[in-house]
């Protein structure tokens, strides 16, 4: 297993477009979780699946962002009618189970840009 | 969750070793501690936690004081390699299921030759 990966890398996007990013995390993982990173600040939570539950959302999450995970495998992050305010490092992550014990395994990332 | 309080940034030499600090006075008798550490354009990485004694593993050590209001992260020597922000983060356990990871903006560990 390669760890969690993430796709695009980069995205460059013209405001108002709407935008899809993909995480495919570690295969034995049921938890997947996205935070969001701006320059200088530490990742913020955006919302987490158990399997294929979403079992909670950030007040950070618009009604213009949705997340899915249709089979308990990957997950997509879409973000409509793109806002300059989304550029961003948009993070994935997959932990094993729901234990204090277990760590979280984060991806590269996705980074936004809105123009 | 409880809160941390980091130095924004350290500085340390290659090969020596570096103490990175934190305190968190409230936390609570279930509350772990971890650190996780970002490399430069990659996402965060666990690095080790404990929840009262102290800790050793392969890449770093943790100490935890008696009364649990501080801790320190031990890099025995430092490479260029560790270059990273350091987060110092509390997880409450309490139940099976922890809290999420909730990051502040870290330490800044700048190695220098």
């Known amino acids: 297993d390669t760890g969690v990966s993430q796709d695009p890398r980069h995205k460059i996007t013209k405001r108002g477009q709407n935008v899809t990013f993909r995480c495919d995390p570690i295969s034995e993982h049921n938890r997947l979780y996205w935070y969001r990173q701006t320059l200088g600040q530490g990742p913020e939570f955006l919302t987490y699946f158990q399997n294929e539950a979403q079992l909670e959302k950030s007040r950070l999450l618009s009604d213009r962002f949705s997340a899915e995970r249709p089979k308990g495998s990957f997950s997509t992050l879409e973000i409509q009618r793109t806002e300059q305010g989304d550029s961003a490092m948009y993070l994935c992550?997959?932990?094993?189970?729901?234990?204090?014990?277990?760590?979280?395994?984060f991806g590269s990332g996705t980074r936004l840009t809105v123009v | 969750d409880a809160k941390t309080t980091q130095p924004n940034s350290m500085e340390s030499n290659e090969e020596e070793p570096v103490h990175l600090p934190c305190n968190h006075s409230?936390?609570?008798?279930?509350?772990?501690i971890h650190w996780y550490r970002q490399l430069p354009s990659q996402g965060p990485e666990y690095v080790i936690h404990?929840?009262?004694s102290n800790v050793n593993n392969r890449m770093a050590s943790l100490a935890i004081a008696e009364d649990r209001k501080s801790s320190t992260l031990i890099l025995h020597r430092a490479t260029l390699r560790d270059a990273a922000v350091y987060y110092c983060?509390?997880?409450?356990?309490?139940?099976?299921?922890?809290?999420?990871?909730?990051f502040g903006t870290g330490t800044r560990l700048q190695v220098t030759l």
């Open positions: 404990g929840l009262t």
């Open positions: 409230t936390i609570s008798g279930t509350d772990y």
């Open positions: 992550a997959s932990s094993q189970g729901p234990g204090v014990g277990y760590g979280y395994t």
């Open positions: 983060i509390l997880r409450d356990g309490g139940t099976g299921t922890a809290s999420k990871l909730t």
